[in-house]
């Protein structure tokens, strides 16, 4: 039987949601293809996230270790699942698209002599064969790709694709086998420094599951304050289309879309966003969207799930007010 193999991705001990979320992919590809889900954690000392991940429906999870594999780097990573697949074979290898999966994967690829589709928003099997969507020309069109030869193959998913909270549980721990990689000297090329942050305030709103964003509708840098006073009452974050962010309204950490960052909140509010294609692709995955603008033909009501259309100098102040209530 066909083997699928989730690589999960692990950073200082924690899980990024987008990793359970490439779990509730394979989940639902070996619902449909009848293939055997199995998982792998890189890194070293991630026996206890092997274990957390056991807890789901796998039937296997690999802790795949050697000192070298921390701090991350692309030679270390490609050396050690290049080593493990040639071992334990896999037909399809999922990973989730993050920075650190696509400065690797390339080389991986490459090394096995097989093909990467990357960013990858849906899968579904068809005719005994596995179709996978991409976007193309910034979400204006998508394409359902497949492979050919004998693999693996390999595929990233996009933040958002999948639902991290549909992630399925397993009757039982599943068993966990750790795997001594052999990384040997000379391998790793070069000597990782600190993760880069561009301030302190830098925020992940990847992570986030309440997001405010502002749009041109903000009209000038000090009503962004409205904003953050809705973000706070929600214990959310606070986020901006490229406008804002371009005139310096917002540091660019705080970017949603093509340019900046996907994301996919429980809850994503669009103040004065009018929902140009860069923005949408970036946060079209949330679970709820509600947008409002004075523009009844603003593009962003049509994915929103609840439209205001109206002036959102009148609609915040109360809304805020209200949400202050409800939590006493």
């Known amino acids: 039987m066909d083997t699928i193999l989730v690589v999960v991705e692990q950073r200082e001990g924690k899980l990024n949601r987008v990793s359970w979320e490439t779990i509730t992919a394979g989940q639902a590809i070996a619902a449909q ?17 092997a274990g957390e991940v056991a807890e789901k429906k796998v039937a296997k999870v690999y802790d795949i270790e050697s000192a070298k594999l921390d701090p991350y780097t692309p ?20 990973m989730p698209h993050t920075y650190q999966v696509r400065d690797f994967v390339p080389k991986l690829a490459t090394a096995l002599q097989t093909t990467a589709i990357s960013d990858v928003i849906g899968v579904r099997y068809e ?49 966990v086998e750790t795997v001594n990689a052999d990384v040997p000297d000379g391998v790793v090329r070069n000597k990782p420094q600190e993760i880069f942050k561009e301030a302190k305030q ?18 000038e840098q000090k009503n962004i304050e409205l904003a953050k006073q809705l973000a706070d009452a929600l214990g959310g974050e606070l986020a901006a289309s ?25 809850l994503y509010l669009a103040l004065g966003i009018s929902g140009a294609i ?51």
Not at 41 to 47: E, L, N
Not at 83 to 94: S, T
Not at 137 to 157: M, R
Not at 253 to 261: A, H, L, Y
């Open 33 to 49: 293809t009848g293939w055997t889900l199995e998982a792998a954690v890189v890194g070293s000392g991630v026996a206890a996230i």
């Open 75 to 94: 030679d270390a990573f490609a050396h050690a699942l290049q080593e493990f697949l040639e071992k334990h074979p896999a037909k399809l290898v999922l």
């Open 127 to 175: 005719g005994g064969k596995l179709l996978f969507t991409r976007q193309m020309f910034q979400g204006k069109f998508v394409a359902d790709v497949s492979f050919a030869g004998s693999g693996p193959y390999f595929v990233t998913f996009q933040n958002g694709s999948f639902r991290a909270d549909k992630v399925e549980a397993g009757a039982a721990a599943a068993p």
């Open 202 to 219: 830098a925020v992940d709103l990847t992570q986030a599951e309440i997001i405010v964003s502002v749009g041109r509708g903000i009209k």
């Open 242 to 266: 490229r406008p804002i962010c371009d005139n310096g309204w917002l540091p660019m950490d705080r970017q949603i879309g093509s340019s900046g960052q996907t994301v996919a909140p429980k």
């Open 278 to 328: 860069q923005h949408i692709v970036g946060m079209k995955g949330a679970k709820s969207i509600v947008a409002i603008n004075k523009d009844s033909e603003a593009p962003i009501f049509e994915i929103a799930d609840y439209a205001i259309v109206g002036n959102l100098f009148d609609i915040v102040p109360p809304l805020i007010e209200e949400v202050k209530k409800a939590k006493g």
